[in-house]
C-alpha cells in the first residue's frame, strides 16, 4: 500500500465542492488515514511550497493557499499516486481529460481545486507537514470507507 497526500484546495472549499471531491475519492478506492479542515497561514503555505519559492508563481500561489480553508487529507491505496494525479488530472484544467477532478471543479491554472503529490517520497513527506503519524489512522483500523 502506498501514500500520497491530497489537499482540497481553498477555491474548491468555497466552491461547496469539497464533499463531491471527497465522494471521488472514496469512489476510486482511496483509504482516508487522515482528514481535517485547517486555513493555512501565510508561512505555513510558504513551508509547504517552499520547493517552488524561487519560481514565479510562488507568491500567488501560496496567497490562494492561505485565502481560505482547505482540507488536507493522507489518502492510501494500491498506487496512491499515480492513480491519484490521474483522477485530479493536468494542472491547467484546459488540458485536463474529461472526467477528472480539475476538468470538473478547478476554475484556472492557480485555482486548480486539488493538489496531488509527485512521489511516493513526497506523499508521506507532505503527509507528515499536516499530520504528525500518531494522527495517521493504521492499516486496519476505522477508516472512512464509501
Known amino acids: 500500500m502506498e501514500r500520497t497526500?491530497?489537499?482540497i484546495k481553498p477555491d474548491a472549499v468555497q466552491n461547496g465542492h469539497a464533499g463531491k471531491i471527497l465522494d471521488r475519492i472514496l469512489a476510486e478506492g482511496f483509504a482516508v488515514r487522515a482528514m481535517k479542515?485547517?486555513?493555512?497561514?501565510?508561512?505555513?503555505?510558504?513551508?509547504?511550497?517552499?520547493?517552488?519559492?524561487?519560481?514565479?508563481?510562488?507568491?500567488?500561489?501560496?496567497?490562494?493557499?492561505?485565502?481560505?480553508p482547505c482540507v488536507p487529507l493522507v489518502l492510501e491505496r494500491e498506487d496512491a499516486v499515480s492513480t491519484w494525479r490521474e483522477v485530479i488530472g493536468?494542472?491547467?484544467?484546459?488540458?485536463a481529460a474529461e472526467?477528472?477532478?480539475?476538468?470538473?471543479?478547478?476554475?484556472?491554472?492557480g485555482e486548480n481545486a486539488v493538489h496531488g503529490s509527485d512521489s511516493a517520497e513526497n506523499?508521506?513527506?507532505?503527509?507528515r507537514y499536516f499530520f504528525?503519524?500518531?494522527?495517521?489512522?493504521?492499516?486496519?483500523?476505522a477508516v472512512i470507507d464509501a
Open 90 to 95: 493536468a494542472t491547467n484544467p484546459a488540458d
Open 123 to 127: 506523499g508521506v513527506k507532505e503527509g
Open 37 to 68: 479542515l485547517v486555513t493555512l497561514t501565510q508561512a505555513q503555505a510558504e513551508g509547504f511550497y517552499a520547493v517552488h519559492a524561487e519560481r514565479p508563481f510562488f507568491g500567488e500561489l501560496t496567497e490562494f493557499m492561505a485565502s481560505g
Open 99 to 109: 472526467g477528472t477532478i480539475r476538468k470538473q471543479f478547478a476554475t484556472s491554472v
Open 132 to 141: 504528525p503519524e500518531s494522527e495517521i489512522v493504521q492499516n486496519g483500523a
Open 5 to 7: 497526500l491530497a489537499i
